[in-house]
């Protein structure tokens, strides 16, 4: 196992001893699976890449499973970018937008709803949905799959028969597998089809092999240490960059509005906390809609470039590079209609869900408890806290009402314990008191 070197001062040098560990097990132990966390950043598709492209130069027949359809175009795409003259097969639905049409610009991408038309291709990517239908085939070599803590295990299962050996990669901090039925009634049990599909796998086979990504290329070095210790305690990481390696500079000084003293706050230390006052509100509360909505107006007049170890020269922070992460869709939804209202455009709003996997320079996150009368299991979920917090390269500043600390001592945690559940760790109610705990540091008032 591959874990977290303190002794290995190199943050470069630590990632490629790891690699090199994984790739060792992947392509010559003999195990049927390898297990490889990876925290938020870390290179998991890069890792997934690699472990491609070289088991394609080994003559293993390889099916790589991901979950949604974007994920499956994204990998096509940078296994093309990396070795444009390798065949790869892409199996689509039969929708009628089934893939990405960049695509369709690659000459040895080929693409097809049928497993057959890509039977003897190197390299075959589809999702695990569309994987589960496929039948009467000679089974691959190996497998890869991607975002394997997003799979169910009853997804997995639905696969399991199409490969021989398989290298699972994802992120044991991000949100659970999603299901759409409560899955109370099989709590517990070794079957369970709403757990993760590598929670299952080392449930039934606790002795493969299993590797750590110990750096996160992402998180800046004010991030990555709160973010390991809030909700990796157990298998932690380190910022790829030095403390001095990124910087968020201003063309236009501050106003001296709050949402101005925000911003400089997180261009310094890489967090903000706009702290609104302690109140219980509807859902999407207007007042925490429109500072949010503040906040990234501010960011982008007031010419924000960011300095990184990508480029030589400053950077301006462009409206792609900005993304606001809310806990619901009509949050979401609410902060689109104020970001139109106040002239803004070309900025992600989306749920942690949907972020998952997604990186931009700057973050502003409306607090999963913020004006909340009760702390929901939903709402204290440790995975959707690390998302909203673990997509920024340079700073994140967090919108929030007075008050979540309390709401968090009124309402511990009262889930019930189930006989053959293993206890998650960090809860969702720790993970939440950790990141105030340190955004209190950062806080600057504002009463509308």
């Not at 050996?165 to 899955?183: C, E, H, K, Y």
Request: proline share 8%; net charge negative; charged share 20%.
């Amino acid at each position: 196992m591959t874990v977290y070197d303190p002794t290995v001062p190199d943050p470069a040098a630590a990632a490629a001893k790891a690699t090199a560990a994984i790739l060792e097990s992947t392509l010559h132990g003999t195990a049927r699976g390898v297990v490889v966390d990876s925290p938020p950043g870390a290179g998991k598709s890069t890792l997934v890449v690699r472990a491609a492209l070289e088991l394609a130069a080994a003559g293993r027949p390889l099916m790589v499973v991901a979950q949604t359809n974007a994920q499956v175009d994204d990998l096509v795409l940078r296994l093309a970018e990396k070795q444009p003259d390798l065949e790869v097969g892409r199996l689509h639905s039969s929708d009628g937008d089934p893939y990405d049409k960049a695509l369709d610009a690659l000459e040895h991408v080929r693409k097809s709803a049928k497993a057959g038309d890509l039977s003897g291709l190197p390299v075959v990517v589809s999702t695990a949905a569309k994987w589960a239908h496929v039948k009467n085939v000679e089974p691959w070599a190996h497998a890869i799959v991607d975002e394997a803590y997003q799979m169910r295990s009853d997804a997995l299962l639905a696969v399991a028969g199409l490969f021989e050996r398989a290298l699972f990669v994802g992120d044991p901090g991000q949100l659970d597998p999603f299901s759409v039925v409560g899955a109370d009634q099989w709590a517990g049990l070794s079957y369970d089809p709403s757990a993760s599909a590598v929670s299952t796998l080392l449930a039934h086979n606790p002795e493969l092999p299993q590797h750590r990504l110990p750096v996160s290329w992402r998180l800046p070095a004010s991030a990555a240490p709160l973010v390991s210790d809030a909700f990796y305690p157990y298998t932690p990481f380190r910022a790829g960059t030095g403390p001095g390696d990124r910087r968020l500079a201003f063309g236009a000084p501050s106003d001296g509005s709050a949402a101005d003293r925000v911003l400089d706050e997180a261009a310094e230390s890489g967090w903000g906390l706009l702290e609104l006052p302690a109140r219980h509100t509807p859902r999407t509360d207007p007042e925490a809609v429109h500072a949010v909505a503040l906040v990234v107006r501010r960011l982008l007049d007031r010419g924000g470039a960011a300095i990184s170890e990508r480029s030589d020269a400053p950077v301006p922070l462009t409206a792609d590079r900005i993304a606001v992460g809310t806990a619901h869709r009509d949050q979401a939804a609410a902060v689109r209609e104020a970001l139109a209202g106040l002239g803004v455009s070309g900025v992600t709003v989306d749920t942690a869900n949907r972020l998952q996997g997604r990186e931009y320079d700057v973050t502003v996150v409306l607090h999963p408890l913020s004006g909340r009368p009760d702390a929901t299991a939903f709402h204290l979920e440790t995975g959707r806290l690390c998302v909203l917090a673990s997509r920024h390269r340079h700073a994140c500043v967090v919108v929030c009402r007075a008050g979540v600390a309390d709401l968090l001592d009124e309402h511990p945690s009262t889930e019930p314990v189930r006989l053959g559940v293993t206890v998650k760790f960090p809860d969702g109610w720790e993970a939440n008191h950790a990141v105030l705990s340190h955004l209190a540091e950062h806080r600057v008032p504002w009463t509308p």
